[in-house]
């Protein structure tokens, strides 16, 4: 089923699910069951799955210079999900990123989910590469997930890249796409954000899940503004609990966010390791609660293969 349809058929419930991530190469999907397994009890209608594009590492060479290679350490995300929802029945949402394919590459990841009948894909642009200080897209690839998202709304209108296939078939993608309540790094303003954003919902996408945020205020505000901006589509929280002292400093740096006062505060005060995952969790398992009395779709969750803390956290929600 698509994930749009489970929001209109919760009537007004706050649903939940999880997002995963691939293991990395030479892994099994051991990984992936031993973080799902724990969390299926909450019966999550789907579970994401991120990709990740090639990564350049640089190996020394006898003769003292190094060669840059492109590696892809974490594999594709169509055998997982299909493993996902083998394993579970329940839904698989492939997340697709425009850096590291060409057009004709990513319309055929989406034959493949078709055939495995993969309804859902989240369209996302991807980021810049480690070492490179911006995006840069693939040859013959996508510069923005606008142009993925017109690719595979163009596919549930059965056209392909191939101009001669006159009769393809109909896929029925159900398109998510990323919304960022602190505005995405780029973008010079809120307002031209939310304009690419409503381009992307008018290209066809259904719904939008946030970059994770720490001050629901935040979340709010982006859902007001939204509304405002005529984005009707429902927004889903992404959330992700601080668990670490060092992510005091790696979560900003890495996703462009704030952190509130009294949540580092709170943090430094924390005399412990454990103190200061207590401090964490009870703050996500907070905003979490008012999320969901505010009656938000969906909660989503981070799980980066944290499957205790995050299991803590939704047995305290739910
Ligand atoms: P876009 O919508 O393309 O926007 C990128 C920037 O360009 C923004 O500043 C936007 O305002 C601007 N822009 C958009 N369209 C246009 C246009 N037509 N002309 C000019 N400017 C434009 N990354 C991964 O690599 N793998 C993942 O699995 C993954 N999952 C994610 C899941 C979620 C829920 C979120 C929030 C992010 C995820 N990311 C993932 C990170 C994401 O790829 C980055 O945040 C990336 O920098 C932007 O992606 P986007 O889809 O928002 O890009």
Redesign the pocket.
């Known amino acids: 089923m698509k994930v749009a349809e489970y929001f209109e058929k919760a009537n007004g419930q706050t649903l939940i699910s999880f997002?995963v991530l691939p293991p990395l190469k030479g892994g099994g999907m051991k990984a992936i069951f031993d973080t799902l397994d724990p969390l299926m009890e909450f019966k999550p209608p789907f579970v994401?799955v991120?990709?990740?594009?090639e990564e350049f590492i640089y190996n020394k060479r006898e003769s003292g210079y190094y060669e840059k290679t492109a590696i892809r350490k974490r594999p594709g995300t169509v055998g997982i999900c299909a493993s996902i929802m083998h394993r579970y029945g329940v839904d698989a949402v492939p997340?697709l990123?425009?850096?590291g394919f060409t057009k004709e590459e990513t319309e055929n990841v989406l034959i493949d989910l078709n055939f495995l009948n993969i309804q859902n894909v989240?369209?996302?642009?991807?980021?810049a590469r480690k070492f490179e200080t911006k995006?840069v897209p693939q040859a013959g690839g996508h510069?923005?997930?606008?142009?993925l998202v017109g690719q595979v709304q163009g596919m549930n209108k059965g056209l392909y890249l191939d101009t001669n296939i006159k009769d393809g078939e109909k896929t029925d993608f159900c398109i998510g796409?990323?919304?960022?309540p602190e505005k995405?790094?780029?973008?010079p303003n809120m307002d031209?954000?939310l304009g690419?954003?409503k381009?992307?919902i008018e290209a066809g996408a259904n719904y939008i899940?946030?970059?994770m945020f720490f001050d629901n205020k935040k979340y709010f505000e982006y859902v007001e503004l939204c509304r405002k901006n005529g984005i009707t589509v429902p927004i889903v929280p992404?959330l992700k609990p601080l668990t670490k002292l060092y992510q005091l400093n790696s979560i900003p740096r890495m996703f462009y966010i704030n952190l509130p006062h009294d949540l580092v505060d709170a943090i430094t005060k924390a005399k412990t390791k454990e103190a200061i995952k207590e401090v964490g969790i009870e703050w996500c398992i907070q905003q979490s609660k008012e999320l969901k009395a505010a009656g938000v779709p969906c909660l989503?969750y981070y799980t980066m293969g944290d499957t205790a803390t995050i299991k803590r956290i939704v047995e305290a929600v739910y």
Not at 50 to 53: A, L, S
Not at 177 to 180: E, N, P, Q, R
């Open positions: 997002e994401d991120t990709y990740h594009r997340h990123i425009c850096g989240l369209c996302l642009r991807g980021d995006f510069n923005y997930a606008l142009d796409i990323a919304g960022y995405h790094f780029e973008s031209l954000d690419f954003t381009q992307k899940v946030t970059q992404g989503h």
